[in-house]
Nanobody, 112 residues
Framework: QVQIVESGGGLVQPGGSLRLSCTAS????????MAWHRRVPGKDRELVGY????????NYQHFVRGRFTISKDNAKKAVYLQMNDLKPEDTAIYYC?????WGQGTQVTVSS
């Protein structure tokens, strides 16, 4: 049974940083491209960015490019989302996914 679990969300002030973690069990993520999505209140879920199976390449949506970084540790079966210079509009539930399997999400709130 595949299980994806996100953690690391919380409340942060504008300009602050958070690091989200995603751990996977029941699946070999070294064979998987992994992505982070988010659901902003009142909007549809949207892609934030993704990382290739080896971790050698990443791609990001324009609204986080230069501020967010995705990394992967296949040995730990973990994927990370480093978020810097956070803005109130980054407030959302953040989800980790293989595309087929999804976690429950972790809430990030950016507010002063």
């Amino acid at each position: 049974q595949v299980q994806i679990v996100e953690s690391g969300g919380g409340l942060v002030q504008p300009g602050g940083s958070l690091r989200l973690s995603c751990t996977a069990s029941g699946i070999d993520i070294s064979r998987e491209w992994m992505a982070w999505h988010r659901r902003v209140p009142g909007k549809d879920r949207e892609l934030v960015g993704y990382i290739t199976s080896s971790g050698g390449a990443t791609n990001y949506q324009h609204f986080v490019r230069g501020r967010f970084t995705i990394s992967k540790d296949n040995a730990k079966k973990a994927v990370y989302l480093q978020m810097n210079d956070l803005k109130p509009e980054d407030t959302a539930i953040y989800y980790c996914t293989t595309g087929q399997h999804w976690g429950q999400g972790t809430q990030v709130t950016v507010s002063s």
